[in-house]
């Protein structure tokens, strides 16, 4: 969800990062939404992703988790000069990963292009973005994403299931207490999900939900930030339930840390910092970078009635991006449990984790 804060925004004195990159527009209270345009790119702005999750169960009753994302980061803040086919403004990015649960194994891919000679790029009035042959794109309501790699493919057709999520104050969401880092950001929560995936030469016809995050920006991490749990949880009882804690270097918590429950006629309330708790019940260190991540988590939303116990299909479940983004970080599928006022629940979610692996800021 928050990784394109990691992506883009000057760094201004001694390595602090502007809350704003000039010439970009800034994210604002008061935004106007209008659909389907803001599924497309918005250029005015720094950086933006279009970001998919899901929960797939194949034919055979296999079981898959995925991720797909786009990344959009602008160069500058006006189009080249050059008439030629072959200076770029923007650069796009893209990362596909799956995990098979029962085949207890994770897979990641990776594509970087700059958007020019038609390699990489992005509508502004409607859902079709693109790096090489990988795409997300619309019709109507519909939604396609395709994404293939060597053995691995993933092509899928999902439907919402509820109209758009607006978090923050009506999709302008705070990233930092007190400052003008913020973004503009609004998701599809359960988005009813069919198609195929590919992998190791096994053709699966699927089923299941997905999850849709869309945010853009013009500023990135605050000074005094080091990373960011950001948790998206589907549950059985049709409800879902978004949260992220901004980590300080100090080794607290932001008070801008928020999130947003959703019930099942799609009704929304926005949760402060102090509207939940976020407990670790487990770690694991990755052989590949090093990085200690939390690996299980107890949550409690008193003003709700959950107390939700949290747990990753499979440990390792780490990307790292050396060709495209250059940034190590955790994103899984976990499983729900725990109860409701008192009555059981269950679900599955998608967990990122970031900064565990190293500094985020001024990376581009």
């Not at 960011?228 to 049709?238: I, S």
């Amino acid at each position: 969800m928050l990784l394109l804060w990691a992506l883009g925004g000057p760094v201004g004195p001694a390595g602090a990062s502007a809350p704003e990159a000039p010439g970009f527009l800034p994210a604002r209270p008061g935004y106007v939404w209008e659909f389907p345009r803001d599924h497309g790119a918005h250029p005015g702005y720094r950086t933006e992703w279009w970001y998919y999750t899901g929960h797939l169960r194949s034919d055979q009753g296999e079981r898959f988790g995925y991720q797909l994302t786009f990344f959009r980061v602008a160069l500058s803040p006006a189009p080249p000069r050059s008439t030629s086919a072959w200076p770029a403004q923007h650069l796009y990015f893209a990362h596909f990963a799956l995990t098979e649960v029962d085949g207890r194994r994770f897979t990641f891919r990776e594509r970087a292009q700059r958007g020019a000679l038609g390699l990489a790029g992005a509508a502004t009035d409607r859902l079709h973005v693109w790096v090489d042959d990988w795409r997300a794109e619309a019709e109507g309501d519909t939604m396609r994403l395709v994404a293939r790699e060597e053995d691995l493919e993933l092509d899928l057709t999902l439907t919402p299931a509820k109209p758009p999520v607006f978090h923050g104050e009506g999709g302008f969401s705070r990233k930092a207490a007190g400052t003008d880092h913020a973004s503009l950001y609004y998701s599809l929560t359960r988005l009813h999900t069919r198609g195929r995936v590919s992998v190791q030469g096994r053709h699966l016809t699927v089923t299941g939900e997905s999850w849709m995050d869309r945010e853009f920006s013009s500023s990135q991490l605050a000074p005094h930030q080091t990373g960011w749990d950001w948790f998206a949880l589907q549950l059985a009882d049709g409800s879902e339930l978004m949260l992220y804690q901004l980590r300080l270097l100090d080794g607290g918590v932001d008070a801008a840390s928020s999130g947003t429950h959703i019930d099942p006629q799609g009704r929304t309330r926005h949760l402060t910092r102090e509207d939940f708790t976020l407990t670790v019940t487990g770690h694991w260190r990755s052989p590949a970078s090093g990085a200690r991540y939390p690996a299980g988590w107890e949550i409690r939303v008193p003003g709700l009635g959950y107390h939700l116990f949290l747990r990753p299909t499979l440990a390792d479940q780490e990307l790292r991006t050396t060709a495209s983004t250059r940034i190590t970080y955790w994103e899984g599928q976990v499983t729900v449990e725990g109860h409701r006022q008192g009555a059981p629940i269950h679900g599955l979610g998608y967990v990122e984790l970031t900064g565990y692996a190293g500094p985020l800021g001024g990376r581009f």
